[in-house]
Antibody, heavy 119, light 110 residues
Framework: QVLLQESGPGLVKPSGTLSLTCAVS?????????WSWVRQPPGQGLEWIGE???????NDNPSLKSRVTMSIDKSRNQFSLKLRSVTAADTAVYYC????????????WGQGTLVTVSS | QSVLTQPPSASGTPGQRVIISCSGS????????INWYQQLPGTAPKLLIY???QRPSGVPDRFSVSKSGTSASLAISGLQSEDEADYYC???????????FGGGTKLTVL
């Protein structure tokens, strides 16, 4: 069974950097799948942030204006997200999820972690 | 404003058939598979339908999808109380080179 678990600070100051990690079990992050981040502001819908492959290739949402950096750590079987210059509008539940190559997209999700941007 | 357009709400009584629409464009639904996610209150989204009409293991065949041009619809037949959730359509957008979601439809079982 594939499990994903997000971790990171639940509170970030405005203009700071949001940093999250997603630990993966039951699948190798070095394989052919991609690994994605999705967020959901309170009471709102889902927004795709971006995704990263095993070789570090990335795609990200242009609406986030290049504030996003994603990375993978094969030794720990986890991947990470950094979002710079955060504002209150970045307050959301952040999910990590798996995208299978040529298969179901976003088929396994983490439980999500709430990140609040506030001073 | 979401790239894919869904009605904000839908409702039905137990046993009924409910349809949720999703409208897009030639750069997303019109040229790529559509996927649907179900989000029960307080939980992470769950993949419901992928590649237009494929159901992951465990998803009942009460859930089905139709697609035509730049629009798609999720049909839920034999509505049950446990179907009460938010439903999102999603897909790849070629012009944005990324994934896009609909705004979500809150389904209420009356």
């Amino acid at each position: 069974q594939v499990l994903l678990q997000e971790s990171g600070p639940g509170l970030v100051k405005p203009s700071g950097t949001l940093s999250l990690t997603c630990a993966v079990s039951g699948d190798s992050i070095s394989g052919r799948n991609w690994w994605s981040w999705v967020r959901q502001p309170p009471g709102q819908g889902l927004e795709w942030i971006g995704e990263i492959s095993h070789d570090g290739s990335t795609n990200d949402n242009p609406s986030l204006k290049s504030r996003v950096t994603m990375s993978i750590d094969k030794s720990r079987n986890q991947f990470s997200l950094k979002l710079r210059s955060v504002t209150a509008a970045d307050t959301a539940v952040y999910y990590c999820a798996r995208v299978t190559l040529a298969g179901p997209p976003l088929d396994y999700w983490g439980q999500g972690t709430l990140v609040t941007v506030s001073s | 404003q979401s790239v894919l357009t869904q009605p904000p709400s839908a409702s039905g009584t137990p046993g009924q058939r409910v349809i949720i629409s999703c409208s897009g464009s030639s750069s997303n639904i019109g040229n790529n598979p559509i996927n649907w996610y179900q989000q029960l209150p307080g939980t992470a989204p769950k993949l419901l339908i992928y590649n237009n009409n494929q159901r992951p293991s465990g998803v009942p065949d009460r859930f089905s999808v139709s697609k035509s041009g730049t629009s798609a619809s999720l049909a839920i037949s034999g509505l049950q109380s446990e179907d009460e959730a938010d439903y999102y359509c999603a897909g790849w957008d070629d012009s944005r080179n990324g994934r896009v979601f609909g705004g979500g439809t809150k389904l209420t079982v009356l």
